[in-house]
């Protein structure tokens, strides 16, 4: 599984952003797609995730409805739709795929990087 994300930037706080992550594979039909973020000097940690197939979602405790994470199946293309950023949103954004069978996420896209000014 190939992942290539995209759509970070330089965004004010309370203003919105959609990043995209584009998944080539053979097949999408068991997988899992997420977001994940790593701010400076803090753990990598976990934004939200996708079951390709069904549909369903987790995001955050914390940033639950601040961010959604809508997915295009024609286009094999996971978004992270963030809303009333936060100048703590500032971070490193990565996407991540696994398997149903795989116990964590196996194949990362690039980072792309948001940065909330206040």
């Known amino acids: 599984v190939q992942l290539q994300a995209s759509g970070g930037g330089l965004v004010q706080a309370g203003g919105s952003l959609r990043l995209s992550c584009v998944a080539s594979?053979?097949?999408?039909?068991?997988?899992?797609m997420a977001w994940f973020r790593q701010a400076p000097g803090k753990e990598r940690e976990f934004v939200a995730s996708?079951?390709?197939?069904?549909?369903?979602?987790v995001i955050a405790d914390s940033l639950r409805g601040r961010f959604t994470i809508p997915r295009d199946r024609v286009r094999n293309t996971v978004f992270l739709e963030m809303n009333s950023l936060r100048p703590e949103d500032t971070a490193v954004y990565y996407c991540?795929?696994?398997?149903?069978?795989?116990?964590?996420?196996?194949?990362w896209g690039q980072g792309t990087l948001v940065t909330v000014s206040s």
């Open positions: 991540a795929a696994k398997f149903r069978f795989q116990s964590g996420y196996e194949y």
């Open positions: 594979a053979r097949t999408l039909s068991n997988i899992y």
């Open positions: 996708a079951n390709w197939v069904g549909g369903g979602t």
